[in-house]
């Protein structure tokens, strides 16, 4: 019964590699996102998706294609990866309505390239 | 965009207390928040401010001033099980524009 779920867990891929990480949220959130946390620990937005509908798309090379088959599902594609993609990915969610809600995280996907 | 800094690391004694600051520059402020993020696990929610002044719940309690971009976590009597990182989050734009900034976490370590 988990509420954010993210497959793998970890991930380890040689370089020039296509690998996705799927995600799926069960809380009936509407707005789903791609965040990225690098060794330095900082966690920086990729893309969010509300309502299987592209909102935000911060510069992130198209080596990445974000997917949205249903508003439960976010799933994330990386293409010829490349060592600098080595972090953990993670993915939230969120309702939309309601100012003060928070984003539902899942245990994140550690991808290692090699 | 947003500036978001918190410092990078404290160190604080079982059943003290800690004050986290973070200070941000947004371009359209709608919310700050407070995560807490244990080594390898996901962030989880601690505490959300949007008007001026102090939201307290239990040992955590979170201050913010819009006027000088500026939040403060307080963590109370505290336990080893605190140990982790703080990451402060401003919220900018609304229902489906909504982007979640972070700062780069602030990593407390208590101490027996």
């Known amino acids: 019964d988990t509420a954010v779920s993210q497959t793998p867990k970890y991930l380890v891929t040689q370089m020039g590699n296509d690998k996705s990480i799927k995600c799926e949220q069960n809380l009936g959130h509407d707005t789903m996102y791609w965040y990225k946390q690098d060794s330095k620990k900082f966690l920086k937005i990729m893309f969010s998706?509300?309502?299987?509908?592209?909102?935000i798309n911060e510069t992130v090379p198209n080596r990445f294609s974000p997917k949205s088959p249903d508003k439960a599902h976010l799933n994330l594609h990386i293409n010829s990866l490349e060592l600098g993609d080595s972090a953990v990915y993670f993915c939230?969610?969120?309702?939309?309505?309601?100012?003060?809600?928070?984003?539902?995280f899942g245990q994140g996907t550690r991808l290692t390239v090699v | 965009g947003q500036n978001i800094d918190q410092p990078t690391e404290m160190t604080a004694t079982e059943g003290a207390i800690v004050q986290i600051n973070c200070t941000y520059q947004t371009s359209g402020f709608n919310g700050l928040f407070w995560y807490q993020q244990h080594a390898g696990e996901a962030p989880t929610f601690l505490s959300y401010?949007?008007?001026?002044g102090l939201e307290e719940k239990g040992r955590f309690s979170s201050f913010l001033s819009r006027s000088k971009g500026y939040s403060y976590l307080l963590l109370k009597e505290l336990q080893m099980k605190d140990s982790a990182s703080y990451l402060c989050?401003?919220?900018?734009?609304?229902?489906?524009?909504?982007?979640?900034?972070f700062g780069a976490g602030t990593t407390v370590t208590v101490r027996a």
């Open positions: 998706y509300n309502n299987k509908e592209l909102i």
């Open positions: 939230a969610s969120r309702p939309i309505t309601g100012r003060n809600t928070e984003a539902f």
């Open positions: 401010n949007v008007l001026d």
């Open positions: 989050a401003v919220r900018d734009g609304g229902g489906g524009d909504y982007k979640l900034s």
